[in-house]
Every structure is written in C-alpha cells, then in structure tokens.
C-alpha cells in the first residue's frame, strides 16, 4: 500500500522469510482483493484491467479529494434521497453529509453503510446482493433489481478514468451497478480529480456530458476545464483553500 508496487524478492529480504511464504501470504491478499501478482511483482496499483482495492484508493489524492467532497456536499439539499457509489471520493464526502441531514442515503458500500449507520437524520437503505471485497460492495442481478425498483433525488458517483471525456471502470459488473443508479436518480453528479484525465480502462458507462454536474479539483488541467466546458457540461471547480466550489461553466 505505501509503494504502490514491489518485487517479490524485496519483501521476502525486508522481511527476513523465504519466498515462497511470502507467494502464500501474497496469494491470501489477492484472494481478499487488496492486491495482484504478476511475474515476481505485488502491486496495489490499478490497471485498464483491474482496479485497486478501495483500501489502497482512499491513501490517494487524499487533499484533492477532501476539496472535491467539500464542494460537492453543498450540491445536496436537505430531505433528499441520494444514490451513493462505491468510491473514496464519495466516501469523503460522506462524512461531511450530517450537517444537511434529513437525508435518505442508498447504497450498496459496505463501508459507507458502516460509516452513516449511527448518524442521526439519515435514513440509510443498504442494497445487499453478492459482495466483493476489493471494493466493500454489493454487486449483481439481486442489487440491480433493487435499484429498479428505488427513484432517487440525485447520484453521486467517481469514476475509474475518463478517457475521450467518457467515464470509464475496470469492471463491467461495476459499471452495470452504476448505470442502474444513474438511470433511477433525476439527477447526476460526477466527482473527478484531476489523475482521472490520466487513466484508461475497459468498460465505458457514459460520456461526461450526460452528468448535471462535474466537480473537479483545484489541480486540473485549464485545457480539460474549457473542452468540457466547450461541450456544455456544467463544472464546478473545489476551492484549494476553502473546498467551496466555483462554478467555471461560463468562464
């Protein structure tokens, strides 16, 4: 988690063990999702393929984030029900939402049900269905259907990457859940630090556009901010010193 990636032979030496218990130790944390190895190399990092473990994800950006949930938190109105995903950025802005309690909060993050269900004003609908541990969230058919059958105020979500302006994730099964909240909230909101301009993955979900709002960080880049802008999407931009927005859809 603190390098990111390391050779095989680096940590049976720092460890002062053999190799091959460190292969079973690192085969137990594959297993739980919270890493991957490949030809001698345990990494936490992400790939096009396969994303991180959201333990790994929330040690990242971790300022960036905090400005973008500040920011996003003032989009909510008190007596909303909103959708919440499974990521860090999310989950930062979480822990800020008690201050515009009541609020209905629906989700399928483990974490996140973890962290609201002692908040006082927020009425808290858990989704269940199959859990994966690498992103402390329910998943499949079983939480499709429930979304169904649930018309929220307003979605909250991040993203993996956005590649041509287009929100893109590793997993489809994860993009299947999101475009299930997408399509039963009335309104969309994005969360995007800037790293995500940077980053490519598999399975494409929807195309910036489509969300009402796109809150990025003080740290994106100018060029980004304008050619959204130039498409019409809505930016709001966090504040580096106070985490308020700015709104930058007309300049």
């Known amino acids: 988690m603190a390098e990111g990636a390391v050779r095989i032979e680096q940590l049976a030496e720092r460890f002062g063990t053999s190799q091959m218990t460190i292969h079973r130790d690192l085969d ?15 990494t936490a990092l ?14 990242q950006q971790q300022q960036e984030k905090r400005e973008i949930a500040h920011a996003a938190v003032e989009l909510i109105e008190t007596g909303q029900a909103i959708f919440l995903d499974d990521s860090t950025t999310v989950l930062q802005m979480a822990r800020l939402i008690p201050s515009h309690t009541p609020l209905t909060v629906i ?10 269900k002692d908040t006082r004003g927020i009425s808290l609908v858990a989704l269940g269905g199959n859990y994966y541990n690498w992103c402390s969230s329910f998943m499949g058919g079983t939480t499709i259907e429930a979304i169904n059958k649930i018309r929220a105020d307003a979605f909250i979500m991040s993203t993996a990457a956005i590649t041509d302006d287009i929100c893109f994730f590793q997993s489809q099964a994860t993009v299947d859940i999101k475009r299930a909240m997408f399509h039963s909230a009335a309104k969309r909101i994005l969360l995007v630090d800037h790293t995500k301009f940077e ?11 489509d969300f009402d709002v796109v809150v990025v960080d003080s740290k994106t880049k100018p060029e980004d901010i304008s050619r959204l802008r130039s498409h019409n ?13 700015e709104d930058s859809r007309y300049g």
């Not at 137990?28 to 345990?42: F, I, Q, Y």
């Not at 992400?46 to 040690?59: A, Y």
């Not at 980053?199 to 910036?208: E, G, T």
């Not at 999407?233 to 927005?245: E, I, L, P």
């Open 233 to 245: 999407v809505h930016v709001v931009v966090a504040d580096r010193q106070t985490g308020h927005a």
């Open 107 to 116: 989700t399928n993050v483990l974490t996140l049900i973890n962290e609201l």
């Open 46 to 59: 992400s790939s096009s393929l396969v994303e991180s473990s959201d333990v790994f994800r929330t040690g």
């Open 28 to 42: 137990e944390l594959e297993a739980r999702g919270l890493l991957r190895k490949s030809r001698g190399v345990a």
């Open 199 to 209: 980053k490519r993955a598999l399975h494409a979900l929807a195309p910036l556009s």
